[in-house]
């Protein structure tokens, strides 16, 4: 049994107020519909660094302290 696998690293960052959630409205192909706003990891950055980042890209947001608030393995097949 092998111990390693390749894998893609990816964020989701969830920000909310009240009742209140920030959907982003993916219009690609691969993933399409609302989701979280997020994206890759990139190569040595840190999980933290890379919420940050991405919110700014998506959203323009600057965001401080972000909490991990759960964690999904999404399979790829033949991946």
Known sequence: MQRTENVEL???CLIHQNDNYLLQNRL???WKGLTLPGGHIEKNE???????REMKEETG???QNPRLCGIKQFPIENG
């Open 10 to 12: 990816t964020v989701l």
């Open 28 to 30: 690609k192909e691969d």
């Open 46 to 52: 840190s999980i933290i660094d890379a919420v940050i």
């Open 61 to 63: 947001l600057d965001i």
